[in-house]
């Protein structure tokens, strides 16, 4: 079993729709969280981190994270053809020794 | 200019030839980091290093060596290259918190 599960997609949707993006964790001894985007032919970059349980609010994107039921997602609303790229989560210790990146979920908006 | 630069950007090298992927970083972090990406697995850690004189193993280091000629260089060399190491290779820096990575444009390679 991967420590991080995430579904690779694709996923498409038209323009404006609220999206929803989600992995499953296996070790409860994780505390941080994040997504990352990565454009075709570029390399990740930081969408959003969390800490703990809770909800991240930050323009469109939400990050939540549902530590009881290793749980984490990415719910973006009014989606844009912009965010079409690949959304990747990732898991981490505390003190940052260990990141475990999901597979990444491929994201599709239609004009 | 972009704050973590790889070189080369796209290879294609044969079986068994040596081959090193160079990063360079402007970010002035200490921690820098080789992944691995492959489709369907993800970003998986080969080697990272949290300083110049610290050199560490990640999940999959086999094949693979590294040298931090200084704290702003990282270089990942393959001894002698084999097809499964086919791949897109990211270079990453981050501070000591490591809440952020920040990642190169990559290099894809091709061993034929």
């Known amino acids: 079993q991967k420590e991080v599960e995430q579904d690779p997609g694709p996923l498409s949707v038209p323009e404006g729709a609220i999206v929803s993006l989600n992995c499953t964790y296996s070790n409860s001894a994780f505390q941080y969280f994040m997504w990352y985007r990565q454009y075709s032919r570029k390399g990740p970059e930081l969408l959003m981190y969390?800490?703990?349980?809770g909800n991240k609010e930050d323009g469109r994107f939400t990050a939540q994270v549902d530590k009881s039921s290793k749980y984490i997602s990415l719910f973006i609303r009014d989606s844009q053809p912009s965010d079409s790229a690949t959304y990747l989560c990732a898991i981490q210790n505390t003190g940052g020794f260990k990141t475990i990146f999901g597979a990444g979920t491929r994201l599709f908006v239609k004009a | 200019d972009a704050d973590v630069t790889q070189t080369p950007r796209n290879r294609i090298t044969k079986t068994g030839k040596r081959i090193m992927l160079e990063c360079s970083q402007t970010?002035?972090?200490?921690?820098m980091y080789w992944y691995r990406q492959d489709p369907g697995l993800g970003l998986r850690l080969i080697y990272y290093s949290f300083d110049v004189k610290d050199i560490n193993k990640g999940e999959i280091s086999d094949g693979y060596s590294v040298s931090r000629q200084a704290q702003a260089k990282f270089s990942l060399s393959l001894e002698s290259a084999i097809p499964n190491q086919t791949a897109l290779y990211f270079c990453?820096?981050?501070?000591?918190?490591?809440?952020?990575?920040?990642f190169g444009q990559g290099t894809r390679l091709t061993v034929v």
């Open positions: 970010k002035g972090h200490d921690r």
């Open positions: 990453a820096t981050s501070q000591q918190d490591n809440t952020e990575a920040f």
């Open positions: 969390t800490y703990s349980s």
